[in-house]
């Protein structure tokens, strides 16, 4: 999915952030395709309760 994206950056963190981002957007993506397939579901997201 990410379609041969190049990196352009100088600095081997700045590639190492850019890949990270491209991996959690990635990853977000497939969580949203696989509610919207209805592979698994839930009624809404919240925080634990705070002790």
């Known amino acids: 999915e990410l379609n041969g ?21 990635y990853n977000i993506k497939r969580v949203a395709t696989l509610i919207r397939k209805g592979y698994f579901s839930f009624d809404r997201i919240i925080a634990p309760e705070m002790a």
């Not at 994206?5 to 081997?12: F, N, V």
């Not at 590639?15 to 957007?25: D, H, P, R, T």
């Open 5 to 25: 994206i190049t990196l352009r950056t100088i600095g081997r963190e700045r590639a190492k952030v850019q890949i990270g981002l491209l991996n959690l957007v």
